[in-house]
């Protein structure tokens, strides 16, 4: 299935998108291409450019967002191949594509991947925060603990979140582990409280910019919480849950995506296909 678009930064220029999807063969495939010359609202099928295939040896933690960075490059996050555990050792093999958050440089004539950053289990959902360049990276975890990583823009380190040495802050699959050289998150939650984290969005809109602005939204696709913070000189703050605030009725089941418009608004995306913007209450 489709599981991540993303615009060239000079789209209304070139007419360049880029998706990534699975296949039956369970691989991943990232292909650019190109809007039609004669309908600007369609793509044209010709203009296909795959920049890359990353075979999956399963069929599950596929990942899947694009998202270009402030750099002006393609950020691709991928998943840890699949199955339970990491049976493969993905995640902290620096060989492998899988478990990485990975770097394309869409604009040379023969994109290669480059390795920004390792020990994923399932990257659902980044962001870099627009204001701020920060990266904000909801990583699914395995079976005791979702999590939230961030990386403050500038900072130039190859960092290592960890899986599957570690899920969340605490050794995976044992009580003891080597966890030096890991970068723990900044946020993490058990799985009496959820079971698979959908990465968010900072909000930077008008409507609600006195209380919220610059707190990272996310939300778990299992319960339907909706929780936001800010990060405050590395350290979280104003960590709130609105799910009674917001959602009274219980609209929101399977929370899969957030999205912002233009004007940096919010908005949360089910599973089922519909879509809830944030907005001031009446």
């Excluded at 609202?41 to 040896?57: C, F, G, K, N, Q």
């Excluded at 399963?58 to 998202?67: F, I, K, T």
């Amino acid at each position: 299935g489709l599981l991540g678009l993303a615009f060239h930064p000079k789209f209304a220029q070139n007419g360049k998108l880029y998706v990534d999807y699975t296949t039956i063969d369970k691989a991943t495939h990232i292909v650019e291409y190109r809007v039609s010359g004669r309908d600007p609202d369609a793509v044209d099928p010709a203009t296909a450019r795959e920049i890359i295939t990353i075979e999956h040896p399963y069929s599950n933690h596929n990942g899947g967002n694009l998202v270009f960075g402030p750099d002006g490059t393609l950020y691709a996050g991928m998943g840890d191949g699949g199955s339970a555990g990491d049976p493969h050792g993905n995640g902290q093999n620096e060989r492998a594509l899988l478990g990485k958050l990975l770097r394309f440089d869409v604009d040379a004539p023969d994109p290669k991947p480059e390795l920004v950053y390792l020990g994923l289990r399932n990257p659902w959902r980044f962001w870099f925060d627009r204001p701020t360049g920060d990266l904000y990276i909801g990583d699914v975890g395995q079976d005791l603990w979702e999590e939230v990583d961030v990386v403050p823009a500038g900072d130039r380190a190859r960092h290592n979140f960890g899986w599957n040495v570690a899920e969340g802050n605490h050794c995976f699959g044992g009580d003891e582990c080597e966890r030096a050289g890991l970068t723990p998150p900044v946020v993490e939650y058990p799985h009496d409280q959820g079971c698979s984290i959908t990465g968010g969005v900072t909000y930077r809109g008008k409507a609600l910019a006195r209380v919220l602005d610059g707190a990272y939204f996310y939300a778990d696709y299992c319960t339907g919480l909706v929780r936001s913070f800010r990060l405050v000189r590395g350290y979280v703050r104003d960590h709130w849950d609105w799910k009674a605030a917001i959602d009274r009725r219980a609209v929101i089941q399977h929370p899969s995506s957030f999205g912002v418009d233009r004007d940096g608004e919010l908005y949360i995306v089910l599973l089922g296909g519909s879509i809830y913007e944030l907005v001031p209450a009446e």
